[in-house]
């Protein structure tokens, strides 16, 4: 591709324009910028291997830059897309949590780039406004002996009295197992306790796929 068509690239992306351009001028354009030959032909080898953007985004940087004749710099840049996305995402302030489809959102963004699996805590105020979030846990949701007292001093810590339970499975969809939900059970028992609500428990597949435990299983298991 000369240098005139990546101009006009950079162009429509300057006028807002990035959504009407189709995959592969996306690819061509992002590689414009760090990579400086035969970008075309790096381009197409990158969406023959991982299919789109996305997908090549969650490959190891070091595999990408030799499996697809690209600059490590480049194969760090892409690796960086879901990492900048998800750190924009989570530290918005005053981040509303009180729909199914607005937590799903919130924790499907936040474990963009996450391969372990993690127990991610939502302390709200009582508007149900995030005041923060964080890792408690690392490990399956069956390891929760030891995370019930730190999901605890997170809640009191951040002065809240209403939390959100999420975790990701790497390596699996986000169909709850019967695991999650015991594990589920348990924690909302013991935070009755002290008088501290679980609203909710996400779980984020490795495809990015979100299910609400509240949504899907109903209310009676956060009573």
Do not use: W
């Not at 080898?45 to 490590?72: H, M």
């Amino acid at each position: 591709m000369n240098k005139g068509s990546v101009d006009i690239l950079r162009k429509r992306l300057e006028s807002g324009d990035f959504d009407s351009l189709s995959e592969r001028e996306r690819m061509i354009l992002l590689l414009s910028y760090s990579e400086h030959s035969s970008i075309e032909e790096k381009a197409d080898r990158l969406l023959e291997t991982y299919g789109n953007i996305k997908s090549a985004s969650d490959a190891d940087p070091e595999f990408l830059a030799k499996n697809c004749n690209v600059s490590i710099q480049t194969a760090v840049l892409i690796n960086l897309i879901p990492q900048i996305d998800r750190f924009c995402a989570i530290n918005s302030k005053n981040i509303l949590l009180d729909t199914y489809s607005r937590r799903k959102q919130f924790f499907a963004s936040y474990y963009k780039g996450i391969r372990r699996e993690k127990l991610v805590v939502a302390a709200l105020n009582r508007r149900r406004r995030l005041i923060a979030a964080a890792e408690i846990a690392e490990g399956s949701s069956t390891d929760v002996s030891f995370s019930k007292r730190l999901i605890a001093e997170f809640a009191v810590k951040n002065n809240s009295d209403t939390i959100i339970l999420s975790h990701v499975h790497p390596m699996s969809n986000c169909t709850p197992s019967p695991e999650d939900i015991r594990a589920t059970e348990s924690i909302v028992v013991a935070m009755k306790h002290i008088d501290i609500t679980v609203l909710d428990h996400i779980i984020v597949g490795d495809d990015g796929d979100t299910v609400s435990l509240r949504e899907t299983i109903g209310a009676k298991l956060f009573r």
